[in-house]
Structure formats: C-alpha cells, structure tokens
C-alpha cells in the first residue's frame, strides 16, 4: 500500500509518500511544492493542484492522509493555509483517492508517544520509521512523511 501524506501550505507544501509493505515501510519520495510569495492566492492553489496532481499520477498512492489546521495566531495565515488544504483533499478526492486527517498532537502521539512532542522528535522518529541515513529535508516533507506514517499506523 502506498501513502501519500501532506503538510498543507499555501506557499510550502511539503508531500512525502511511503510503501507499507507487511511491517516494513519505506520512503518513495517527499519533496515540496513552493509557490512565490506576492502571487495571488487563486494563482498559488492552481499550482499546488497541478503539482499534486502530477505527483498523484507518478507516485499513484493508494490513500492519502493529511495534517489537519490545529491553530494560527495569523487569521490571514490561517484562511491561506485552509485554502490550500482543501485544494489538496480535493486533488485527492479526484484521483478517488480515501483521505484520512490528523492533527499534529495525534501525529506526534503516533510516532513519539508523546501528544506534546518536539518537531525535532517527530522527524528524528520519521528518519528511524524509513531507515534513513539523514532526517529528511525539508522540514515540511518531513511533517508530510509524519502524516502518512500516522496513517499507516492507524490502518493496522
């Protein structure tokens, strides 16, 4: 079963996709789609769609899951990152993709233990998780890869 997982943002969103195969699970890719700051918002969501679209098509998951919006101080911030958090549902919805949400505390509890964990623990688990020489970069594939593995735990 292949996993794509998602950490939505309207200018970084990072995406790590997995292969779970009996009790192993292995890294395919992670990356992250950027869009220019100052771009109009409608411009930014039309390529987070097109670029997640083609990684769907390549990587052809079997499910995806995403990091669900737990709090922004930035009310703007906020809207944006919900905007390109329904764009990416959405593209998952059209490929008839199953999407799953999580929010970051049950990410953290499912890798850690821990609800309250720090980033650096999350990603140091992600790293063990895939049996990787180095934490994958950047930070946003990481929370991306974070979310499939939760998934991938959860689906046991």
Partial sequence: MRIIGID?????????????????????????????????LDERLEEIFDGLTEIIAETKPDAMAVEKLFFARNVTTAMSVASARGVAILTGRKARLP??????????????????????????MVRLQLNLKE???PDDAADALAAA??????IR
């Fill in 8 to 40: 939505p943002g309207t200018g970084i969103l990072g995406f790590g996709v997995v292969e779970v195969a009996g009790n192993k699970t292995k890294l395919v890719t992670a990356g992250v789609i950027t869009t220019p700051a100052h771009t109009p």
């Fill in 135 to 137: 934490i994958p970069k």
């Fill in 99 to 124: 999407i799953a949400e999580y929010t970051p505390m049950q990410i953290k509890q499912s890798l850690t233990g821990y609800g309250k964990a720090d980033k650096k623990q999350v990603q140091e």
């Fill in 149 to 154: 593995i939760t998934h991938q735990m959860m």
